[in-house]
C-alpha cells in the first residue's frame, strides 16, 4: 500500500473534504475512489446504481482501490461501501486507514452529505443507520484509528489525523 493516509466512512462522513485538507497540508496530491469510478465510466455513481445495480458498481471500485493503493501516494478516500468488499479489506489490512467516524445525526444535519446517493434514497435516516450498524464491523477491522467527528470542524477532524498517524505537515 502506497498512501499515506486511507480514509474510510459511512457516506457523507466528510472523507473527501477532509481528505482533501489533510493532502493539502501534508503536500501531497488527493484521490478519491468514487471520482476515479466516475471518470473511468463516464457515468455518476447514482447512475451505475441506477443502471447496472449495487454489485456492479461494487465491481468497480475493487478494481479502482487496488489500482489507486498502488499507484496514489498521497491521501485516499474511498467511497462508504468499499470496506464490504472482503477483497478491499484485505487490501486494507494493515495500511495508515482512517475510520472518519461521524454519526448518522451528525450526517444528515448536512443536506448535501444525503443528496444524490442511492444508497441512501426514501427513509435516509433509517438506510443511514441500517448502513451504520452493517459497515461498523468492517471500519474497525481496516482502520488503524479512528476520529470522531462530532462537535469537530474539518480543520479539527485533520489535525486529529495528522496527530493519530503521526504524520507532519509539510513545511
Known amino acids: ?8 466512512g459511512l457516506p457523507g462522513a466528510g472523507k473527501s473534504t477532509v481528505g482533501r485538507l489533510l493532502a493539502q497540508h ?4 488527493f ?8 471518470q ?9 446504481f441506477a443502471t447496472y445495480g449495487e454489485h456492479r458498481f461494487r465491481e468497480l471500485e475493487r478494481a479502482a482501490v487496488r489500482t489507486a493503493l498502488a499507484e496514489h501516494e498521497g491521501v485516499l478516500a474511498l467511497g462508504g461501501g468499499a470496506v464490504v468488499d472482503p477483497v478491499t479489506r484485505a487490501l486494507l489490512t494493515g495500511g495508515p486507514v482512517v475510520h472518519v467516524d461521524a454519526g448518522v445525526h451528525e450526517v444528515l444535519n448536512r443536506r448535501e452529505a444525503v443528496t444524490g446517493r442511492p444508497l441512501l434514497a426514501g427513509n435516509a435516516a433509517a438506510r443511514l443507520r441500517e448502513l451504520a450498524a452493517q459497515r461498523a464491523p468492517f471500519y474497525r477491522e481496516v482502520a488503524r484509528v479512528s ?13 486529529a489525523v495528522l496527530r493519530a498517524l503521526s504524520l507532519h ?3
Open 40 to 48: 473511468r465510466t463516464g457515468r455518476s455513481v447514482a447512475q451505475i
Open 169 to 171: 505537515p509539510a513545511r
Open 1 to 8: 500500500m502506497r498512501p499515506v493516509a486511507v480514509l474510510v
Open 31 to 38: 484521490r478519491d475512489t468514487d471520482e476515479d469510478i466516475e
Open 26 to 29: 501534508l503536500g501531497v496530491g
Open 147 to 159: 476520529v470522531p467527528t462530532g462537535g469537530r470542524g474539518v480543520a479539527q477532524v485533520t489535525l
